[in-house]
């Protein structure tokens, strides 16, 4: 009775076969999934009457996901931290602190582990950036709350990695760099192409008025013959 549970459990592992740390990132993303499947098939896709159940079920999930994320599977899986410190007598000042491991920890980083991490992390706001914008054409501002909620706090964690990754920061500025290349480009092609284009359609434009105006001339010489 118990082999298929075992057989499914031994394909998990055989999927994170050539990761470095696989328990951690299988717990990247259980809760992102489950916090997912449990929007998308218990609230919205069935319409579900109990809302407040599914959301608080949503936000557990979703905060239990950004605490793993932020404690331990960025420092496992990338080598990377970030957190808040509270300064000043008062307690009201907050010094952001984004920490990146150097030397010889950071070049021992997973290869599976980095594409694991970063590709999900990315990926989950995208998600529910959509769930956002199906929500507001289906006018269902209820479930919203949950939306801003997931959208808040795995921006949080784009970010603070982010800010911590030079690596992260120098492949958007390569991206960005390539963009404005190729629009530059594509911008300077059309201005090349653009005289040949005038040209062909002055060329058109005057030989159709070439042509009437030759047609006008006979017309009028030939009222001028008759009136003779």
Sequence with gaps: GGEPSTQSTGGVMEYFKNSAHPIP???????????????????????????????????LLLAADFWVVKNITGRLLVGLRWWAQVEGEDGTETRWIFESAEGQTQKVVNKFDQTWFWGVLYATPAIWAWFFFTGLMRMNFGWLITVSFALALNCANVYGYWQCS????????????????????????????????????????SSFTGSSGTGQAQGQGQQGNTFV
Aim: charged share 10%; with cysteine; aromatic share 16%.
């Design 25 to 59: 990132c299988l717990f990247h993303i259980l809760f992102k999934g489950a916090a997912i499947f449990t929007y998308f098939f218990g609230g919205v896709f069935k319409n579900a009457t109990n809302f407040i159940t599914v959301t608080v079920i949503c936000i």
């Design 166 to 205: 030079k690596d992260q920061k120098s492949k958007f500025q390569q991206m960005f760099a390539r963009g404005a290349e190729y629009g530059a480009g594509a911008a300077t092609q059309a201005m090349m192409n653009t005289p040949s284009l005038i040209g062909k359609m002055s060329s058109f434009a």
